[in-house]
């Protein structure tokens, strides 16, 4: 019986940083393989920064999505 860390489950996270600027994007997300065919992602997107950086316009506008895809 696999667990489902069993290469199942994969945690992702990107960071962007601007250091000249002091803008930011940090992006933490969690895939889950289901099946062969389905894949269930998580994830959230956080923007930081003076507002007028290319992130930090977007400071107030953090978001979390979710994803569901199937593959034929």
Known sequence: EASVL???LVPQV???MNTA???YR???RAVYHATG???CAVGADIF???RDTLYG???TRDR???EVSYQF
């Open 57 to 59: 316009q977007f400071d």
């Open 6 to 8: 069993d290469h199942t």
């Open 37 to 39: 065919a389905i894949t």
């Open 48 to 50: 930081g920064g003076p």
């Open 64 to 66: 979390l999505y979710t």
């Open 21 to 23: 600027r002091g803008d």
């Open 26 to 28: 940090v992006s933490p």
């Open 14 to 16: 990107l960071v962007i």
